[in-house]
């Protein structure tokens, strides 16, 4: 049994994530009554905010971002807000980390502490030994990092080991809030807690499987931080990876953080690597070009941004991925994501194979199991169906059996991903975490396919906003005979 946190400290608590997840997130908690009394709430940073400003701005993040508009349920914004409390703080100096002691109180030395880094890689190092100088941490702290942890193999190596040295790896939390998501964790059930789709979950029965996470927003003022990650580190190192273990791995032995972890680790490990010459046929990079999102004009990926300067860096990035083990083998796993593109949607296909013999004189589609992750997740299983006709006419047409969480639930108790995450590590549940070789692996994955960027000058193709990406996306599973689904 693990103890209640009672301060959660967000670093970077100012910053974009924290207005547009973190705290909607915590509020969605506080309304939900999930919040011991005694939790505090202190955001860090260098902007010199006072309490009361941090409050407001972050009630501007939850008018914005939270699932129930905080204005009318006062009683509850105001128990919440009163959580809220601000430190100035630079997170090199040591004499900072002071007063934020002071703020947490007693329980920096002898309570259970989150610090929450909402900030880049670069300063997980830094902000954990400080704390650790400054005695900041015990046996029951506990450290939420967020992905992606270091920009390579070796740089998140040296972060896990230096993290490692002041923080135990149980009280390690490597966050990726897709797996937060329900309709994410709702893999787990949908493969293992049903009987009929596991028989069939391999390569004798799945031809192959699609998985696009697409967005329509842009870099927009991230363009420098964007410029350095790209949407492979960004996206597909962590939360395509993720859902890819969670569609390829064995049954879990039992539920637990180490059984799901093993599990996750083995599928990394079968991934063939994409090596070499091997990037430029497996692999596509884009950059969006000027167009047009939901009707309206925007800007290329190099004219975002206060001060553009032009970059090769993708913010599109499609991959024929294999899986290298008994059960994948033969069976692609085609991935893509990317930002501008016609609107935002992220879904898994999986693509089963069409009957061995058929007694209609007419063609059968194959059944595909359709599992929309957002908006409005959904899990649509599309089977043949003859249609009813008055003249005996027979005419087999594909639909879909249809569950819509959205009408199946109340859609404001569908917790969203960041809000099951923080509620985790509050009541010390690792189990949706990362560990530290889950995300090493990942990094190994993706770093071949980055030195085959790099050696063989992949450039990126270009696509307009507002499209589903480049032309080379679609070539790529059009080499294979197949093609993207795009169910918008
Ligand atoms: C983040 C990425 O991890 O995920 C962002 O850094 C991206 O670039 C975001 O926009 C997408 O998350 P979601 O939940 O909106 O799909």
New binding site residues.
Partial sequence: IHEKACRLVLFGGNGDLSYRKLLPALFNLERKELLAADLRIIGCSRAQLSDETFRAEAMEGLCENATADPKELPEVAERFLQRLSFVTLDANKEDDYQQLKQVIGDPAEKGCVIYYLATPPGLFVPICQQLQAAKMVNQQSRLVIE?PIGYNLKSSIDINDKVASIFEENNIYRID?YMGKSAVQNLLALRFANLMFEPLWNHNYIDHVQIT?S?S?GVGNRKSFYDNVGALR??VQN?LLQLVALIAMEPPTHLTPEALKHEKIKVFRSLRAIEGKRTRYNTVRGQYSAGEVDGKKVPAYNHEGENPEASNTESFVAIKADIDNWRWSGVPFYLRTGKRLKSRY?EIDIQFKNIHHSIFKLPTQANRLIIRL?PKDSIKLVIMNQEPSLSGALNLVSDPLNLSFYDQYEPADIPK?YERLLYDSIIGDSTLFMSRFEVEEAWKWTDTILAGWDEFDVPVEFYPAGSMGPDAAEQLLAKDGRKWFNNQ
């Fill in positions: 992905k809030h996470v967005e927003v960004d996206m939360h992220a957002q991903g």
